[in-house]
């Protein structure tokens, strides 16, 4: 897998992609962005949503994807909740807007054991909107991820999770330092550096 790197690296700021979002707000947004489920399997989203409240920081999680029946559920299960926003299924052109608007970005844990070693293409995506990366520590995110690029939790202590989400939302310095590094990551999974390594692969 791999990501367009040049269509993520878009000219608006955090603050012109709310803005023509229809995101109004100051605070601190953390993000979610991909479908809700796999396999028919849902991706660890209530569990996200309950490390976020965890953290009990002045702070929103926007949860942006489908099914739609499964944003509906979780606004009935959170009782509508002030700190979350669910956006539900977009186009693919707003991915992008999404991405800036937020200031990191989580990646949950899914149910499915296959998620230990799929290579989700909404890792590099993320990698490429420069955003620091909250992930879980497992082999398939690890083998992308550091501490170097981004935030990884213990997938089996809810409360790393919440721990992560406070370090994102309160340590600027190290927030700064790990999207930069996301940022340079990314670019060495641009489908053109891929395409160049199954190239020089054949041509050996």
Same mark, same amino acid.
């Given at each position: 897998?791999?990501?367009d ?6 000219k608006?700021t955090?603050?012109e992609?709310?803005?023509k979002l229809?995101?109004? !707000?100051g605070k601190k ?8 489920e ?5 991706k660890g989203?209530s569990?996200?949503?309950q490390s976020?409240?965890?953290a009990?920081?002045?702070a929103l ?6 099914p739609?029946r499964l ?6 299960e959170?009782?509508?909740n002030e700190?979350?926003l669910?956006i539900g299924?977009?186009?693919?052109p707003?991915?992008p807007?999404? +991405?800036r608007?937020?200031?990191a970005?989580?990646?949950p ?6 998620a230990?070693?799929?290579s989700p293409?909404?890792?590099f995506e993320?990698?490429a ?5 909250i992930?879980?520590?497992i082999?398939s995110?690890?083998?992308? +991820?550091?501490?170097?690029? !981004?935030i +990884?939790?213990?997938p089996n202590n809810?409360?790393s999770? !919440?721990?992560?989400?406070k370090?994102a939302i309160?340590? $600027? ?5 790990? !999207?930069q590094?996301s940022?340079l990551?990314a670019?060495?999974?641009s489908?053109r550096?891929?395409a $160049?390594?199954i +190239?020089?692969f054949?041509?050996?």
């Open positions: 897998n791999g990501v790197f040049d269509y993520f690296n878009i608006e955090k603050e992609a709310r803005q229809g995101i109004i !707000s947004i953390i993000g979610y962005l991909g479908r809700l796999t396999v028919g399997k849902e989203v569990e996200m949503i976020f409240l965890a009990n920081e002045d999680l926007c949860v942006v994807g489908g739609n944003a509906d559920k979780y606004r009935q959170f009782n509508n700190k979350i669910f299924q977009v186009d693919y707003l991915v807007l999404y +991405l608007s937020f200031d970005i989580i990646i844990i899914p149910e499915e054991r296959h230990q070693t799929t293409i909404k890792l993320y990698l909107s420069g955003k620091v990366i992930a879980p520590k082999p995110i690890t083998k992308y +991820l550091n501490d170097n690029n !981004s +990884l939790f213990d809810a409360e999770l !919440s721990e992560k989400i370090t309160n340590d $600027k310095g190290l927030v700064d330092k790990l !999207s590094q940022l990551d670019k060495s999974y489908w550096n891929r $160049k390594l +190239l020089d054949i041509n050996g």
